[in-house]
């Protein structure tokens, strides 16, 4: 017989910029053996700059702390602290008081590991005894501030499918482009809420997701704040190491290995990344080659492992309807390099826990 769903939260305090917490032992420390009981867990974060891996990545990394650090710094040398972002020129940021321009951290280097490096504010976990489970922290601490961060961690043994639909999400004309789909005139997030209230869910998860032929777009959830998605962003979709060279920061380590028919040195700095992670995560070397000569042809879009779905989670809120729980800067985001239309289709499940 299943076991009813049950909802624990917990505050969590980095103790550096960027920092691995496992939230599985927090629980247990926390909470004794109650997670322990359920099949699942779902791991919630509030936060655009911290988040979790998917299960099958850190189970490639075998489920090490250290080589989960290695693997996430691979992006933060593409994305060093302190280069020219939109994001951190304060005094462009309209929507801040001067006070709060005083005391935001310069962040945008953390906003583009976490997209670039497939992190998401929420996954689904098996439910293994002392496994790790971990909160990956890319903006702990800062001279303005330490942080302290929330999660949640729900236990359930089911997950009933409710519904599947699609809808459409306009977007501009412009080649490069992000889409805030919590934006009330796009109109997604608003509607994903009224299809939950209908089926009555009111603990489960949303999953968006894109077409399986849709190659020219992929699916966040982050801050989505003008100079970091048209500005920042869309300078990297055109060339991922642009702040890296900017920064005097390449990744070239070898420049005598050169491939003859890689003359351009962005294209062999992308090659260079994409050995190191994939040589990382276990794969053959076949498919290294394959996969080199892919981000040869297309950097951007292969560099950054985008997903093609991301997960929302959805609980009770203080009405007793069910709705989408997220932070407050956090937003789904829908990410396109390529303009194919004026609106893109996205997929939609809903599902109960029980």
């Known amino acids: 017989m299943a076991t009813r769903p049950v909802e624990i939260s917990l505050q969590l305090r980095p ?15 926390e909470h004794g053996d109650l997670l322990e009981r359920y099949r699942h867990a779902l791991y919630c974060s ?5 988040g ?8 490639r990394l075998q489920f090490s702390r250290e080589r989960l650090g290695d693997f996430v710094r691979v992006f933060q040398r593409v994305f060093p602290p302190d280069a020219d972002y939109e994001h951190d020129k304060m005094h462009l940021r309209s929507e801040l008081t001067a006070e709060e321009k005083a005391n935001e951290p310069l962040n945008a280097d953390s906003h583009l590991t976490f997209i670039s490096a497939g992190l998401k504010s929420c996954v689904t976990y098996e439910n293994v005894a002392d496994e790790p489970v971990y909160f990956v922290d890319l903006d702990g601490v800062s001279e303005q501030l330490r942080r ?13 499918e ?3 639909t699609h809808l459409a999400a306009p977007v501009t004309g412009r080649q490069i482009d992000a889409v805030n789909l919590k934006d009330p005139t796009v109109g997604v997030v608003e509607e994903i809420n ?14 968006i997701s894109l077409p399986a032929d849709e190659r020219q777009a992929g699916l966040t959830v982050n801050e989505y704040e003008t100079l970091l998605m048209q500005r920042d962003l869309t300078e990297v979709l ?6 890296a060279k900017e920064k005097g920061r390449h990744i070239l380590r070898n420049p005598l290995a050169v491939p003859q028919k890689a003359h351009d040195y962005v294209h062999y700095d992308l090659v260079q990344v994409a050995n190191e992670l994939l040589e990382m995560l276990g794969f053959s070397q076949s498919l290294l080659e394959r996969a080199v000569a892919r981000f040869v042809a297309a950097p951007a879009a292969r560099f950054f492992r985008l997903k093609r779905s991301v997960s929302l989670f959805v609980t009770t809120g203080d009405d007793g309807e069910g709705a989408i729980a997220q932070g407050t800067y956090q937003s789904p985001i829908l990410l396109q390099w390529k303009n194919t239309g004026s609106s893109r289709r996205l997929d939609v499940r809903l599902t109960r826990f029980e």
């Open 162 to 164: 409710v519904l599947r």
């Open 238 to 243: 055109r060339d991922p190491l642009r702040f």
């Open 194 to 207: 009224h299809l939950l209230r209908r089926h009555d869910v009111r603990h489960g998860r949303v999953e």
């Open 15 to 29: 103790q550096a910029r960027f920092d691995v917490i496992d939230v599985a032992r927090a629980v247990r420390q």
């Open 46 to 50: 509030y936060h655009t700059t911290a």
């Open 148 to 160: 302290t961060r929330r999660t949640t961690v729900t236990g359930f043994d089911l997950e009933n």
């Open 52 to 59: 979790y891996f998917e299960r099958e990545l850190c189970k």
